[in-house]
């Protein structure tokens, strides 16, 4: 049933798609309210003594990175004192809980363009990465490749492969990476391959496909030219972070690792994180490749069991033997584990029999080895690596044919991406997601 993906998403380890109907075409996100996402939360408990406020936020077309700074920056406190428990989309409407060490008064007076800030209490607990269930979507899709009878039987054709899948292939999606630039797992190898230098040049002048000229033009003039002071002149200032290190390198030239240390600690961890997200992709696109199931385990699998909370537990992964794989199946099949592949880092351990060969031969091919991961220039891009579910459930997944494109509903449990199931229903570019 597999086939191969014939778009740039090939560069980012999206090799293939699951179903085989052909794809709707279409755009996400024409508009950012084309692009819903709220946030199924997990409210810290209410207390009036508590320090922290937390607000459920609404945010139109903000960039994460650049929301927590002007939220900063509009209550006077370090960035440190938000919490937030994941990165939503940019060209979105999203809500979400988030937690500011500030009173409750305070918060309710800021004012940001296109954001609004509700739903106001206090409690002793912040909000950290990872403190939510998953996420509900309202997704339009517009610009389609079909219309009519042919939209509707494509879409109800790969909901109906998905539907007995029970899911989707749990990729990383296009946003993990860059869409207008998709640079950031290039940034992320060369950080832990040990070129420092190449990590900073080319997070500040490495091109994008779709930037506009000036843009352009500013990250060749500062490749040509290795001039970073006078790069603070031209720079154009939406390129927040890449003005971060330019300014760093302008101060303290050589620097390379203090340039990278500079920017926030979220998107430092990012780099490495998107590079590992392409080992997984890549990993995962030759599994389905070789038929390999994603919905049952093979001898040699790594299993993750499922917390009472429906959260993957990573710290308890089981190996599928012969003579565990009757048990392991029936725990897959019902929904109380998923089969895993690495998120490849200094402590990984591989799977066995078919998908271990995968794994090798991937890594092998990125010559890349775990030691790697242990990044003592940057300490706090070190990874110890992880595991992921290879197939990504979701639950109340609805279709409606609309009069120029149609609707897709749906909720995802954490960290998995909409972008991935969308791309089962469009196959399009990857500049169109």
Same mark, same amino acid.
């Given at each position: ?18 179903? @085989?109907? +052909? %794809? ?11 692009? /819903? $996402?709220?946030? *199924? ?85 912040r909000m950290g990465i990872g403190d939510l269930i ?28 998905? @539907?007995? +899948? %029970? ?11 860059? /869409? $207008?630039?998709? *640079? ?250």
């Amino acid at each position: 049933m597999t086939i191969e993906c014939n778009t740039g998403e090939r560069l980012i380890g999206l090799e293939v798609y699951f179903s @085989d109907p +052909l %794809g709707t075409g279409g755009r996400l996100k024409a508009s950012p309210d084309d692009f /819903v $996402v709220d946030e *199924v939360s997990k409210p810290p408990p209410q207390d009036p003594d508590g320090r922290y406020s937390i607000a459920m936020v609404t945010a139109r077309n903000w960039e994460m990175n650049r929301l927590v700074r002007f939220l900063a920056r509009g209550l006077r406190i370090s960035r440190d004192r938000i919490g937030f428990a994941g990165t939503k989309d940019k060209r979105a409407v999203t809500t979400q809980l988030m937690s500011f060490q500030v009173s409750p008064d305070d918060l309710a007076q800021l004012y940001i363009k296109d954001v609004t800030i509700a739903d106001i209490y206090t409690s002793r607990k912040r909000m950290g990465i990872g403190d939510l269930i998953g996420n509900r979507f309202e997704i339009y899709v517009r610009e389609c490749d079909m219309l009519g009878e042919e939209l509707s039987k494509s879409i109800l054709s790969t909901k109906s492969q998905l @539907d007995r +899948l %029970g899911g989707y292939p749990n990729f990383f999606g296009v946003q993990r990476f860059g /869409v $207008v630039r998709p *640079v950031t797992h290039k940034v992320g190898k060369m950080i832990v391959k040990g070129d420092i230098k190449g990590a900073a040049m080319t997070y500040a002048c490495d091109p994008g496909f779709f930037e506009d000229v000036e843009t352009s033009e500013a990250r060749a003039r500062l490749l040509r030219e290795g001039d970073f002071t006078d790069a603070i002149s031209y720079y154009p200032g939406k390129l927040t972070f890449e003005r971060i290190v330019i300014g760093h390198l302008s101060r303290e030239p050589e620097d390379w690792s203090g340039a990278i240390g500079a920017l926030p600690r979220n998107l430092q961890m990012m780099f490495v994180h998107a590079y590992q997200s392409l080992l997984f992709n890549r990993m995962l696109s030759e599994r389905m490749r070789r038929g390999m199931s994603l919905d049952r385990p093979e001898v040699g699998d790594v299993v993750l069991p499922l917390s009472p909370d429906r959260t993957p537990e990573h710290e308890r992964p089981v190996l599928t033997t012969k003579a565990n794989l009757d048990l392991v199946e029936k725990q897959v099949r019902q929904g109380k584990a998923f089969v895993s592949a690495p998120l490849f880092g200094s402590e990984s351990v591989l799977s066995g029999g078919e998908m271990g060969e995968i794994e090798r031969m991937v890594l092998d091919q990125e010559d890349i080895r775990a030691d790697e991961f242990i990044v003592p220039e940057i300490p706090q891009c070190s990874s110890k690596g992880s595991r992921r579910e290879i197939l990504a459930p979701y639950s109340d997944l609805n279709v409606s044919i609309e009069p120029d494109g149609y609707r897709v509903c749906f909720t995802l449990t954490k960290g998995n991406y909409a972008t991935t199931l969308m791309r089962e229903f469009m196959k399009s570019d990857m500049t169109k997601y």
